[in-house]
């Protein structure tokens, strides 16, 4: 008997796209062809055997083996009725990846050829080219699509959305909801415990964005953004922009609400050191918060350095002030006048220059040391009294309400403003000799006698004295002159000098 198969033909038996009620689509098909003796069509039941193979000659077997033989819980053997017969086949899931296959028919014993090419079938078509735009459509408590992945591995995928164009505003995955109370995109990491993310977003870009979240209702309470981790390590919102140049953000928040937020941070638990928000750089010349336009408000303590802060503004950490540089706080731009604060000086400066310090500039009173037993010192670092100037001072006037005033270090033939002249000359005058009068007949002096014992001791003048300026060849000095005694050696005078 010679038997030849023709006429060969694939049919695809379609059925409606199943409901949630009915049963999914399998992975078998039905095939049918005619089969001829001598050419005639043949009748009676044949043994066939089946194979698959990527390649019309030679190539590699996909897929089982599909016997017709009866034999070994096998299927029956082939009816052939006029030459027509009909099988069904099943081929796995993975046979059919988008590549052309051909089909190996043996007939009872005798293996046909050639092998007969497999073309592509409506639903075949239909899976390789999707109408677009794809729309689904239903109505579900849970869920449109789902995808689901028990991987275990890195950064495995339920769903993943590509959009290879190179430029443009393109968008992998795009969420959206029109509920007043929906969310266009919700991410949940529900792991008790792990580094977990509710949701990872992130860009290559030299100008992307790790995350764009955007409210565009103009009024209402709306969030840009809101994801929620309940992890004890988790992160409610992660994003990385790990391109290392270019105007990237790890995540960027907007709202057009008149009564929104572009991003709203809340800790809610009431104990522990937890975060609203957390910024951080490892850049040196990075900014872990950046705030721009408009008005910055703070409720509470503000640390900066510290993350213990003792007011509503703590700085810990800096440098001394320097004309050039360094302070805990700079006020104003380092290249034109600005104020230093470190912890114990306030600088003005100049473009890298000590520059005038002005307290009230335009009117006030200024308190220094209102209470307490401090002192303020002029030139000194150590202070002895309220106010202790090392160097000259200047007033336009000086008032003493309630006391004297007292040159501190006067004593014998000191270099002070007041101090005490001890006469070395015998006679009626005794010449002052001070570097702050010496030339200089402008100067004031005034001058009293001294007793140092209980009268009557000796010297002791009991006439009046006066003072005058006297020059003589090489010498020009002021002198002290007793008018009714001689001056002696060892006779003191208190001395006050004052200079117009």
């Known amino acids: 008997m010679h038997t030849r198969l023709v006429g060969i033909c694939l049919v695809v038996i379609l059925t409606p796209v199943a409901s949630r009620a009915e049963t999914p689509l399998g992975t078998a098909f039905t095939y049918q062809g005619q089969l001829k003796d001598a050419g005639v069509p043949a009748n009676g039941n044949f043994n066939m055997v089946l194979k698959l193979f990527d390649a019309l000659t030679l190539g590699n077997q996909v897929g089982p083996t599909l016997s017709f033989d009866g034999a070994g819980g096998n299927p029956p053997s082939v009816s052939v009725t006029d030459g027509l017969f009909t099988v069904p086949i099943d081929f796995g899931s993975t046979a059919f990846g988008g590549s052309k296959r051909w089909l190996s028919i043996t007939v009872s014993g005798m293996t046909l050829t050639p092998r007969q090419e497999l073309t592509a079938a409506p639903y075949a078509r239909y899976a390789q080219s999707v109408p677009l735009p794809l729309t689904l459509t239903g109505t579900s408590s849970t869920h449109v699509i789902r995808g689901e992945n028990a991987s275990t591995g890195f950064l495995p995928t339920a769903i993943y959305g590509l959009c290879t164009g190179a430029s443009g ?4 995955v795009r969420g959206e909801s029109a509920s007043t109370n929906g969310r266009g995109v919700v991410g949940f990491a ?5 580094t977990t993310y509710g949701g990872q977003f992130e860009s290559t870009s030299t100008s992307g ?5 955007v409210a565009s209702a103009t009024s209402g309470s709306a969030s840009g953004g809101r994801f929620e981790s309940d992890s004890t390590a988790g992160r409610g919102v992660y994003g990385e922009a790990t391109a290392v140049t270019g105007g990237t953000y ?3 928040f907007q709202t057009a609400s008149v009564s929104g937020y572009g991003v709203f941070g809340w800790a809610t638990a009431t104990t522990g050191t937890n975060f609203g928000v957390f910024g951080r750089s490892d850049s040196p010349d990075g900014y872990a918060g950046y705030f721009t336009g408009g008005r910055n408000y703070f409720d509470g303590s503000v640390g900066i350095g510290t993350n213990d802060p003792h007011g509503n503004l703590h700085v810990v950490g800096g440098t001394d002030s320097e004309p050039g540089s360094g302070g805990y706080i700079v006020a104003g731009l380092t290249t034109s006048t600005n104020v230093a604060i470190d912890n114990n000086e306030i600088m003005a400066r100049n ?6 310090l002005a307290l009230n500039a335009d009117g006030g009173n200024v308190n220094l040391i209102q209470s307490g037993t401090g002192n303020v010192g002029i030139g000194t670092s150590n202070p002895g009294a309220k106010l202790d ?3 000259a001072a200047r007033v336009d006037s000086l008032e003493v309400s309630g006391g004297a005033i007292r040159v501190l270090g006067a004593g014998e033939n000191t270099n002070t403003a007041a101090f005490i002249h001890v006469a070395t000359e015998t006679g009626n005058e005794t010449v002052i000799d001070h570097p702050s009068c010496n030339g200089n007949p402008s100067a004031m002096i005034f001058v009293t006698a001294r007793q140092t014992c209980t009268p009557p001791c000796s010297p002791y003048l009991s006439g009046p004295i006066n003072v005058r300026y006297f020059t003589i060849v090489g010498e020009e000095l002021w002198r002290i002159r007793a008018d009714d005694g001689d001056i002696v050696p060892g006779q003191e005078f208190n001395v006050l000098v004052v200079l117009p």
Do not use: D, K, Q
């Not at 505003?169 to 992998?172: E, K, Q, R, V």
């Not at 529900?190 to 792990?194: C, E, V």
């Not at 964005?209 to 979240?213: A, E, Y």
């Open 250 to 252: 790890g995540g960027r």
């Open 389 to 391: 100037v090392n160097g």
């Open 351 to 356: 473009n890298g220059v000590a520059s005038t």
């Open 209 to 213: 964005t790790g995350v764009w979240g």
């Open 190 to 194: 529900t792991a008790a415990t792990g």
């Open 169 to 172: 505003g393109s968008t992998g």
